[in-house]
């Protein structure tokens, strides 16, 4: 029962993502999670309230997780090119 559970969630996260995707996304993440941080401290300040700053900073976190984990197909608009095996590879 969990592994099968486990095998839906892997096929769900594993993906294909080049390296341009891998570049996107950690900018993705670390500006989604600046800005909610930021956005998070400010309305904690102003209300003085640290539970609407806590989730509003949570809140941050899941839409990042959700952006950035999944294999969007954008992630993958400039796939490398490999040679075949065995291509280039001078034996002797």
Do not use: C
């Not at 989604?32 to 941080?37: E, F, M, N, P, T």
């Amino acid at each position: 029962m969990a592994e099968e559970l486990l095998d839906k969630i892997r096929d769900v996260v594993d993906g294909p993502i080049d390296f341009e995707g891998q570049r996107r996304a950690e900018t993705f993440a670390t500006l989604l999670l600046a800005v909610s941080g930021l956005v998070a401290f400010n309305i904690g300040y102003h209300y003085q309230d640290i539970q609407k700053a806590v989730y509003i900073g949570l809140g941050g976190t899941v839409l990042t997780f959700l952006l950035v984990v999944p294999p969007w197909p954008f992630y993958n608009k400039s796939p490398v090119k490999w040679l075949p095996a065995g291509a280039g590879w001078q034996q002797g």
